[in-house]
């Protein structure tokens, strides 16, 4: 299965992924609340459920330089329009925290309203013991796609922090947190087509 997001194409073992933020449960009732979120695509396998945000930032690196550095640290660099966003570690981790809610609420309703239906299967997945038991594990992976990087922090030490910040975010979730490009990314989860 493939998914196209941000200009990347991604390919899927299985058929078990999702486009989770282009869902009509999403768009149309878990939107309704005020400053919702959600991650890009959901993938389930036997080893992984995957959370995945990505952010292609090719030839926008001067507008997003600033949300690169963890915890808003350089939002005072970001443009007047701009300052309604997050840093990246900021962002993912509510995104994260606001997709396992709309997968939780489109629980509620089951079959009972059409556009929940297409989340079950994920929320179902999600809500097993088998992440407790370490026989599944939950990824959530930055995909971060980009020239960053200069003569005081290197693309790998960027990566690094955001990937820090992201587990602490995330101490709450049982979960394997992964920031990673076109050239660090594990081929086992998915490939770049």
Same mark, same amino acid.
Request: proline share 2%; charged share 25%.
């Given at each position: 299965?493939?998914? $196209?997001e941000s200009g990347l194409?991604?390919?899927?073992?299985?058929?078990?992924?999702?486009?989770?933020?282009?869902?009509?449960?999403?768009?149309?009732?878990?939107?309704?609340?005020?400053?919702?979120? @959600?991650?890009?695509? /959901?993938?389930?396998?036997?080893?992984?459920?995957?959370?995945?945000?990505?952010? $292609?930032?090719? @030839?926008?690196?001067?507008?997003?330089?600033?949300?690169?550095?963890?915890?808003?640290?350089?939002?005072?660099?970001?443009?007047? $329009?701009?300052?309604?966003?997050?840093?990246?570690?900021?962002? /993912?981790?509510?995104?994260?925290?606001?997709?396992?809610?709309?997968?939780? @609420?489109?629980?509620?309703?089951?079959?009972?309203?059409?556009?929940?239906?297409?989340?079950?299967?994920?929320?179902?997945?999600?809500?097993?013991?088998?992440?407790?038991?370490?026989?599944?594990?939950?990824?959530?992976?930055?995909?971060?796609? @980009?020239?960053?990087?200069?003569?005081?922090?290197?693309?790998?030490?960027?990566?690094?922090?955001?990937?820090?910040?992201?587990?602490?975010? /995330?101490?709450?979730?049982?979960?394997?947190?992964?920031?990673?490009?076109?050239?660090?990314? $594990?081929?086992?989860?998915?490939? /770049?087509?």
């Amino acid at each position: 299965m493939e998914i $196209n997001e941000s200009g990347l194409t991604f390919r899927f073992v299985q058929d078990s992924a999702l486009k989770f933020d282009d869902t009509e449960f999403y768009r149309k009732q878990f939107n309704s609340l005020p400053g919702s979120k @959600g991650v890009d695509i /959901l993938y389930d396998s036997a080893k992984w459920f995957v959370m995945l945000e990505i952010k $292609n930032c090719s @030839g926008q690196e001067a507008d997003n330089r600033w949300r690169i550095t963890p915890n808003n640290k350089k939002i005072h660099l970001a443009s007047e $329009n701009a300052k309604d966003r997050e840093s990246l570690d900021i962002e /993912l981790a509510q995104k994260v925290a606001m997709t396992i809610a709309c997968l939780t @609420g489109a629980t509620t309703f089951g079959s009972l309203r059409q556009a929940a239906c297409p989340l079950m299967p994920f929320s179902d997945a999600l809500h097993q013991e088998v992440f407790a038991t370490h026989s599944k594990k939950l990824l959530v992976i930055l995909f971060l796609e @980009g020239q960053f990087g200069g003569q005081t922090r290197t693309k790998k030490v960027i990566m690094r922090e955001l990937q820090n910040s992201l587990r602490t975010k /995330l101490g709450w979730l049982n979960c394997t947190v992964s920031v990673v490009d076109s050239t660090t990314y $594990n081929h086992d989860v998915f490939t /770049l087509v």
